[in-house]
């Protein structure tokens, strides 16, 4: 693991002077993709490996084998889990686990607590230990919105049903209005009986 651990920080050391590798022209033609394409014209200064042009792709640059696609904290392979089952594959010696991006908030958590419990690295996960409960916690509460505001929906949705059948024409203003004027239309009737029969 030592001679691992070496050629990891070997490996640092040497991508700082790596340079990147472009097809020729692609940084003044947008049709050419920023990627590597072998030059393979005549009179290609890339191709003759001139000074002052790019240069081009040799086995010299390459990361040495021990090493090649490992992950520097760990000094192991990556690999991308998505289920529990996709661990039955690998060796906590050699693999190092990478969450999936697609897995949900719900089951993350409980994908996590299981990975860690069988003794695989975790790489884009900072606390095993304590992730599963922040997520658990978090995905509750997102839950507990949700109900609240189905529940707030379906409130003033009864609401809205109850509002037409309380305005009914004898519960308007209006007729409330008229009712009243009537009303006192006979109260007066019956005074003015009052006082004609006194009198």
């Known amino acids: 693991m030592t001679n691992i651990r070496r050629l990891l920080v070997a490996r640092k050391a040497q991508k700082k002077h790596k340079p ?3 097809a020729q022209d692609s ?3 947008k049709r050419i993709r920023k990627r590597w394409v072998r030059p393979r014209g005549v009179h290609s200064k890339i191709r003759h490996k001139k000074a002052g042009y790019r240069v081009p792709v040799r ?14 904290r760990s000094g192991k392979l990556p690999v991308v889990v998505a289920h529990e089952r996709d661990l039955a594959r690998l060796d906590t010696e050699q693999h190092a686990v990478v969450i999936a991006a697609s897995v ?26 304590a992730y599963p ?23 003033r949705s009864k609401k809205a049903k109850k509002a037409p059948a309380a305005s009914t024409p004898s519960a ?28």
């Open 172 to 199: 308007t203003p209006a007729a409330e209005g008229k009712q009243s004027e009537e009303k006192q239309q006979e109260d007066k009737k019956e005074k003015d009986k009052i006082l004609v029969t006194k009198g």
């Open 133 to 155: 409960d922040k997520v658990l916690a978090a995905f509750n509460a997102r839950v507990a919105v949700k109900k609240k505001a189905r529940s707030e929906k379906s409130e």
């Open 27 to 29: 940084h003044k033609k």
């Open 20 to 22: 990147i590798f472009l």
């Open 59 to 72: 086995i010299g640059y390459r990361t040495a084998a021990l090493v090649r696609f490992r992950e520097f």
């Open 104 to 129: 949900g908030l719900r089951k993350r958590g409980t994908l996590v607590r299981t990975v860690h419990e069988k003794g695989f690295a975790i790489i884009n996960v900072k606390d095993p230990a």
